[in-house]
């Protein structure tokens, strides 16, 4: 797969993030997705997404990098938004933070089947 088109697959896969359209996530996930080295397949990574977006009302990716280098794409993604509770163990309490996350992901298929992600924690400690 050329560079171009699959930066185009995953900028559709964070339009799909960003519009909650959970029933399209097949069109950008492998049925085996693993995350962090865990296997969690379409549903848990569904799951896992709509579990941010509740505890993360304002949740909206945006990409500030992105890398491709088929069969894979690093992005790094920027987030400002209010956690209404705790948020990685943090008492964000409805603060507002600003923290990035970086991404590597592992296409099969056009399709995303592995992720690793780190999310700059330290930034929102010193934010609160």
Not at 16 to 40: I, K, M, T
Not at 47 to 65: N, V, W
Not at 69 to 88: G, M, N, Q, V
Not at 116 to 121: A, E, G, L
Request: charged share 25%; glycine share 6%; proline share 5%.
């Amino acid at each position: 797969m050329a560079k171009t088109d699959l930066s185009d697959v995953y900028r559709g896969y964070i339009a799909c993030l960003n519009a909650q359209n959970w029933p399209e996530l097949g069109r950008f996930l492998d049925y085996d997705v693993s995350h962090n080295g865990r296997r969690v397949g379409i549903s848990g990574y569904r799951e896992m997404l709509e579990r941010d977006f509740s505890e993360i009302p304002d949740l909206h990716f945006t990409i500030q990098l992105l890398i491709s280098d088929p069969p894979h794409i690093a992005s790094r993604l920027e987030f400002d938004c209010r956690p209404k509770e705790t948020f990685l163990g943090l008492p964000v309490n409805g603060k507002r933070v600003s923290f990035t996350e970086n991404v590597f992901y592992e296409f099969r298929s056009e399709k995303i089947w592995q992720v690793w992600s780190v999310v700059d924690k330290a930034a929102i400690e010193a934010q609160l």
